[in-house]
């Protein structure tokens, strides 16, 4: 599987990131064509309370590199990138190769 | 699911970690009593050929928290842990909630 990997850093306003994610972000990107599967991982504070490095990380999956592009070309699959910027934070984005 | 993270940056010998990742710490994490599943990324460069922030990511991941801290005290939980100083990379490791 080809994965896309979004790693968001913690928001300024974590509990309007989190309402917006989950009522927007993550409909628009259940609704691209050719989408295997997704995951959201939600990170806990550390041990000692500690911020995590991340807030949160999306993992969309494809059958293969060929797949995800074109996913990403329709429109779905460019409405879910065009609505990244509503959520206020520039997260690290990655391409990966998932067994 | 709560998943254990760990993000790993690029090694200084590449070829080096893969293999000794792949043969011995991989198998290593696989016989971790309580083991849900695990899952191994590995990040590609950018478009324009630039490595990834990341290296690659392992993701294991347990029923619930009671289950991944009795699984991480396990004899094989202690040797998983053990052989990440084998690895040459302090990896960020970050605890979380899957869906």
């Not at 259940?30 to 806990?44: C, I, M, N, Q, S």
């Not at 999956?61 to 329709?74: H, N, Q, R, Y």
């Amino acid at each position: 599987m080809i994965t896309l990997t979004v790693l968001y850093g913690t928001p300024d306003d974590v509990e309007k990131f989190d309402e917006y994610y989950d009522g927007t972000h993550i409909p628009l990107a259940r609704a691209v064509p050719g989408l295997e599967d997704a995951k959201v991982t939600r990170f806990l504070p550390g041990p000692d309370g500690s911020a995590p490095e991340f807030h949160l990380m999306a993992q969309l999956f494809f059958a293969d590199a060929e797949a995800m592009g074109a996913a990403m070309s329709t429109d779905e699959g460019r409405a879910l990138a065009a609505d990244g910027a509503n959520l206020g934070i520039t997260p690290t984005m990655l391409v990966g190769s998932t067994e």
